[in-house]
């Protein structure tokens, strides 16, 4: 029988929406609205903070609150910094656990982005650190006000404008990150919104620790 990738089997279930280079799984209301709420609530005692990081050789505070977890210490290296990982508190351990059980996938850390308002924002970007393990997708999950999510196509330029809502799950597929970027651009005015980004880095994961 042919060995399909977790991103092939997505596209013949149906559950993905196919893009040059890609492919995307959206899920409205995968969380439910209790759910949500219980999660801000826990949320609210986490240790946010707006670190400096280097753009093009200078230091500047991010527009937005950031914390990251994982399952074990870990560094993670971007935007010119390495950043050391917290421990995964229980109720996130649970939702990376859901994820990866619906979706035979081995996501073991996340990081958490606060937009506090339509000024908070995520410049152009791709998740394709080398410490993230290649074949596994990033998972985002969007809590609060809904904002828009923009893709790019690295050369074709095409984008895709997507306004992610409280409760969806988002699963870009490999290979997207190595061919589209995306942003989550300054809006006049938003509510508060929190995003969180279920990543596996190879240092944690066993199946990366197998194939070396
Ligand atoms: O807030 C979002 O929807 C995007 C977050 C993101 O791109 C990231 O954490 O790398
Ligand atoms: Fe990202």
Request: hydrophobic residues 40%.
């Amino acid at each position: 029988m042919a060995n399909f990738s977790k991103s092939e089997k997505a596209i013949l279930n149906k559950q993905a929406q196919i893009l040059p280079d890609g492919a995307l799984t959206r899920v409205p209301n995968w969380l439910s609205e209790t759910e949500q709420t219980r999660l801000q609530q826990a949320m609210q005692d986490y240790p946010w903070e707006s670190p400096e990081i280097k753009v093009f050789g200078r230091w500047h505070q991010i527009p937005r609150q950031q914390v990251w977890f994982a399952f074990e210490a870990a560094s993670y290296r971007y935007s010119g910094k390495d950043h050391i990982a917290l421990a995964m508190p229980q109720e996130l351990r649970e939702l990376c656990a859901r994820i990866n059980e619906q979706w035979g996938i081995e996501m073991n850390s996340v990081l958490l982005n606060h937009y506090c308002d339509g000024r908070d924002s995520m410049g152009w970007h791709a998740d394709n650190e080398s410490e993230l393990a290649p074949n596994q997708p990033i998972v985002s999950l969007t809590l609060g006000a809904a904002r828009d999510f923009i893709l790019r196509h690295n050369t074709s330029k095409q984008r895709v404008k997507l306004p992610l809502n409280p409760g969806e799950l988002l699963i870009m597929w490999p290979p997207m990150q190595h061919h589209w970027q995306h942003s989550v651009p300054k809006r006049a005015s938003a509510d508060p919104r929190i995003n969180l980004t279920f990543r596996c880095l190879s240092a944690l994961s066993e199946s990366a620790a197998d194939q070396q």
